[in-house]
């Protein structure tokens, strides 16, 4: 007893219990504000991505699914990551930032919004939506365009890209809300004419056709 009574005097000594991360500081940096947004991130992931993945299963059956449908992948989870450290330094630096709950609150509508574009995307195409890009023709692939495809061509690229902007709106993370943006689009805007390319090969005029009377779904992507 007497050893931990000295070492006790001792950090009062040294100021160590006056560290930012000591107990009363820890529950201060983790306060309602960190609580709440950071719930609504983690809920927001496993919601998106368990559900990728069930639906994969409901349309494509269980022994045509695996993980990858989980949609998780190093760069994801780099992204994420990242996310998340800007979001802890910002929250301990600069709290009032992360204060803005009519900034908070819009992204957490667009993660909703994003969400749900993108799941009618995969319910209404079915077995003609697949997380890779098909280059060739199967018989139950078919040109979809009624629904939320008669808004767009690729609505679940619009929904995510919709989602992961949001994500970060939500955290009142400037840095990532920028870089997801810029990430998210430049992938699509590569992704979508490869993809069109084989669509083209399937459908011949028809998706030409289709593809000048409805917009891609990404900004300043045609």
Not at 75 to 104: C, D, Q, T
Not at 106 to 119: A, C, D, P, Q, T
Not at 175 to 193: E, Y
């Amino acid at each position: 007893m007497e050893i931990l009574r000295h070492f006790w005097i001792e950090l009062e000594g040294h100021n160590l219990l006056s560290l930012p991360f000591s107990l009363g500081k820890f529950s201060e940096f983790f306060g309602d504000t960190a609580c709440r947004q950071i719930s609504e991130m983690l809920f927001s992931i496993v919601f998106f991505h368990v559900s990728e993945y069930i639906l994969a299963i409901i349309f494509h059956g269980k022994s045509n699914v695996t993980l990858k449908s989980l949609l998780i992948s190093k760069n994801y989870l780099v992204a994420m990551i990242f996310s998340l450290i800007e979001y802890l330094v910002e929250v301990y630096f600069f709290p009032g930032l992360k204060e803005h709950w009519r900034i908070s609150n819009f992204g957490l509508s667009m993660v909703v919004i994003g969400e749900i574009i993108r799941k009618l995307a995969i319910i209404t195409a079915g077995r003609a939506f697949t997380h890779l890009i098909k280059v060739y023709h199967e018989e139950h692939h078919e040109l979809v365009r009624h629904g939320v495809y008669g808004f767009v061509r690729h609505p679940g690229y619009s929904g995510f890209l919709i989602w992961s902007i949001g994500t970060q709106i939500m955290l009142c993370n400037p840095i990532s809300t920028v870089a997801f943006a810029l990430v998210v689009w430049r992938f699509f805007s590569q992704r979508i004419p490869y993809e069109e390319y084989f669509l083209r090969q399937f459908f011949g005029s028809r998706y030409d056709a289709y593809a000048q009377q409805v917009p891609s779904g990404i900004p300043f992507v045609n």
